[in-house]
Structures are given as structure tokens and as C-alpha cells.
């Protein structure tokens, strides 16, 4: 069987997924075999460039003449069109991938979340950092109680790109496109982890204190002269508490100065503990039981999660790849009829602590879940 894909967004994670796809049947050959059938965008002079340099056969400017026809449907355009192209595919019986975070605001991933329930196919959420080796090989430690009693989980996710005020106003910048700013865009995949890590040894995030702030009140506009408000966060934190009683701190920004893509997850329990940079994805650094201190771990073997179907051991791969297990693991749902995690339910869950960090901030007292 081949899947015809539809996917609507064709630019950083149009292009991130495209060549996720044409990785598969090279390295993944047990993968469900897909074929790129329609590029769906609103711009039809670049959809149609877009479209031949993706590898697509063919372009719509309407998503609607294509999700109940199409095997599977891929939502990566901005924020405000999760719902509705979502919610259409998935009435029709269209499996469903959408871009994190769910939605602009906990209301509307509420309803995507329902059709999904509703709806009995595969619905994907994108929160690809699950798929790193380096994350999963921390999963099976935390799992099997190498850390012991979880006492501490820290997340930070810290990049540069709007450090500087006269960068370019897009529209990440703007609440009723985006939501939000770093907490949405960068502070759900932290949420995410802390939920996917510590789920079964922690519990839940219970209870929240948040504070976002917002540094460059309105940025020009490219290529005018004029400018335009930001109305989301630059940068936030919290505190927050799990089911289990261990203690959280979280913090995104995207005007941390000297850092790319800095997320970095500490845990720390009474028996050992881990840490993990995302700029360097290959390495696990492990604390277990009678260490004097951290021992630094290359999760390359063969025996490590995904790793059989890239390079020799000590032969690194990188962040591109995370999308490569991501789609091999939706798709394989999608054509064997199985669940599919990170769903929907999940993109709620962190929908909910993203909305409680904001409620926090606004009320400047502590929130309850």
C-alpha cells in the first residue's frame, strides 16, 4: 500500500518533513511507502516552485478540495490554521500530523482534541524531540528506576534570533496568529519532554507559577517603513510541581543572547541523574548509583533507539533525523492501524500547562491543573 500525502505548509517544517519522507524508504524500508501527492499553500507562483523542489506532483490553494481525499494529512502552516484544516481531515477519516503547539489557545486544542478522540484515526502531534536516541535512551533509565525517586526536573530552551530590536516583525510575533511567543513556540516541547520523561515516575504537572515578558514592544516591518506591535512573550518561566511531588523549572526565551537552539533537560533523582543538550543530540550525560560523578555516553550503538538504521556506531546524526523517526513512527500507524503517540490528547496536555503558565503570569499567584 502507498500513502498519498497531502501536506499544507511548505517552508521550514514543509521542508523538514519533505525530506523526512524521502529519507524513509532508504534507511526505513519497513516504512509504509508514501507517495508526495499534493502541496496545498496560498501563494501559487511559490507553491508551485515549492512544489518541485519538495517533490510533489501537483499544488492546491485550497485545503479544502484535498483532506478527505488524500491517505494522510500533514498541517505545518502557522498556528491559527491548526484547527480548522485539523478538524475538516479528521471528520473525514484522514489521518492527521499537526505542528506544535496545538493551537493558538486551550479552547481550540480542546476541539481538535475531541475530533481526534471522535474520529478513530492516528492524529499526530509534532513534538519530534521524543524521537532523539540520546531522549529515548533517558526514557528507558528513568524507566527501569536508575534514578530512583524523582527529585528535580530543569528544561530550558534558549535561542538568539530576535535578540536584536530591529529584527524583522512575523508572525510569531503576533498573539492572534501564534497564541503565544517563546512559551508556545519553544516552551510546549519542554512541557512535552517533561510529560513524555517523567510521565509514568513523576505524574503530571499539578500546579504552576508563571512569568513571561515581552522585551521589544513592536518590531519593523520588511520592507516599509513601518512597524508593528509585538503582542506575545519574548522570554518566560515557571516553577512548576508534579503528581509525585518533584519540582520543575522551565524557561524559554528567543532573546537569549549567544545561544541557537539550546534546549537542555536535567533530571535528577535520589539513586543518579541525566543531562541532555540538544546541541550536542548524540550525548547522554548519565549519573547512576556510586558514580563520583557524570559519565558522558554516546548513544550511537547499534542497540540504541533508531540508530540500526543509520551509521556505524560513533557515526553522529542530527537534528533532520528526529523527523525521519518522527513520520516512520506516525506513518507505521497510520498503515498498521495502531495508536499514535504524541496524539492529540497529547498536544492538549501541554496546550493545558502552556494556558495555566499564562493564567499564572496574569493573576501573579500560583495555578492549579
Given at each position: 500500500m502507498t500513502l498519498d500525502v497531502g501536506m499544507l505548509g511548505y517552508r521550514f517544517m514543509g521542508k523538514a518533513h519533505a525530506n523526512a519522507l524521502d529519507r524513509l524508504p532508504m534507511f526505513f524500508p519497513e516504512a509504509p511507502a508514501v507517495n508526495k501527492d499534493v502541496l496545498v499553500g496560498r501563494d501559487e507562483d511559490a507553491l508551485a516552485e515549492a512544489a518541485d523542489r519538495l517533490g510533489f506532483d501537483r499544488i492546491a490553494t485550497d485545503w479544502q478540495d484535498i483532506v478527505d481525499e488524500v491517505d494522510v494529512f500533514y498541517n505545518l502552516g502557522p498556528n491559527h490554521v491548526h484547527a480548522e484544516p485539523s478538524i475538516a481531515?479528521?471528520?473525514?477519516?484522514?489521518?492527521t500530523f499537526c505542528e506544535k503547539p496545538l493551537a493558538p489557545t486551550l479552547d481550540t486544542a480542546e476541539d481538535m482534541a475531541q475530533t481526534a478522540a471522535d474520529a478513530d484515526v492516528p492524529a499526530g502531534a509534532a513534538f519530534n524531540y521524543r524521537f532523539v536516541p540520546a531522549i529515548q535512551y533517558a526514557k528507558g533509565l528513568i524507566d527501569d528506576g536508575e534514578l530512583g525517586e524523582i527529585h528535580h526536573f530543569r528544561g530550558q530552551y534558549l535561542q538568539d534570533w530576535l535578540?536584536?530590536?530591529?529584527?524583522p516583525w512575523s508572525w510569531r510575533n503576533d498573539e492572534?496568529?501564534?497564541g503565544s511567543g517563546a512559551l508556545g513556540d519553544l516552551g510546549s516541547h519542554t512541557v512535552d519532554l517533561a510529560r513524555f520523561l517523567l510521565g509514568d515516575a513523576a505524574g503530571?504537572?499539578?500546579?504552576?507559577s508563571g512569568h513571561l515578558r515581552t522585551f521589544t514592544e513592536e518590531r519593523p516591518v520588511e520592507g516599509s517603513d513601518e512597524t508593528r506591535p509585538v503582542t506575545v512573550d519574548d522570554a518566560y518561566s515557571a516553577q512548576v510541581e508534579f503528581e509525585s511531588g518533584a519540582m520543575g523549572t522551565l524557561e524559554a526565551s528567543r532573546v537569549a543572547n549567544g545561544h541557537?537552539?539550546?534546549?537542555?533537560i536535567e533530571i535528577e533523582g535520589s539513586k543518579g541523574a541525566v543531562k541532555f543538550d540538544l546541541e550536542r543530540l548524540n550525548e547522554l550525560e548519565v549519573l547512576t548509583e556510586g558514580d563520583r560523578g557524570f559519565q558522558q555516553v554516546l548513544v550511537t550503538d547499534a542497540d540504541d533507539p533508531y540508530v540500526d538504521h543509520w551509521w556505524p556506531p560513533g557515526h553522529v546524526i542530527g537534528w533532520e533525523h528526529t523527523f525521519v523517526h518522527e513520520n516512520y513512527e506516525f506513518l507505521s500507524a497510520v498503515a498498521e492501524g495502531g495508536d499514535q503517540e504524541p496524539s492529540f490528547a497529547d498536544g492538549l496536555a501541554a496546550q493545558r500547562v502552556l494556558d495555566a503558565i499564562e493564567q499564572s503570569?496574569?493573576?501573579g499567584e500560583w495555578v492549579s491543573l
Open positions: 481531515a479528521l471528520e473525514a477519516g484522514t489521518p535578540v536584536d530590536p530591529d529584527a492572534e496568529v501564534a503530571e504537572i499539578t500546579d504552576v541557537k537552539n539550546a534546549h537542555t503570569d496574569e493573576r
